[in-house]
């Protein structure tokens, strides 16, 4: 069965920083492209920051040189640091991946940044 758990959120005040985890288990992870997304209140999920088996990136343009997205295959754990975080990065923050043709989520963690 496939889980991911997230960790590492919490309440920062604008300009600081937080890392999240997110650990994966039941899949080969090595292989697996590994996602951040988030949901603030009101608003749709999006895709915050992406990492590929290979280790190629990609980023949202509104978190582009602020969020570092990296993974230790040995852990089976994706990584999302933060920083220079602003109130608009506020949100529950959701690890996914895609395993044989399903979707997977981890239960979120909810990150505020307050001004």
């Known amino acids: 069965q496939v889980q991911l758990v997230e960790s590492g959120g919490g309440l920062v005040q604008a300009g600081g920083s937080l890392r999240l985890s997110c650990t994966a288990s039941?899949?080969?992870?090595?292989?697996?492209?590994m996602n951040w997304y988030r949901q603030a209140p009101g608003k749709q999920r999006e895709l915050v920051a992406g990492?590929?088996?290979?280790?190629?990136?990609n980023y949202a343009d509104s978190v582009k040189g602020r969020f570092t997205i990296s993974r230790d295959n040995g852990k089976n754990t994706v990584y999302l640091q933060m920083n220079s975080l602003k109130p608009e990065d506020t949100a529950v923050y959701y690890c996914?991946?895609?395993?044989?043709?399903?979707?997977?989520w981890g239960q979120g963690t909810q990150v505020t940044v307050s001004s």
């Open positions: 996914n991946t895609v395993f044989r043709s399903r979707t997977y």
């Open positions: 039941g899949v080969i992870f090595r292989l697996n492209v």
């Open positions: 990492i590929t088996s290979g280790g190629n990136t």
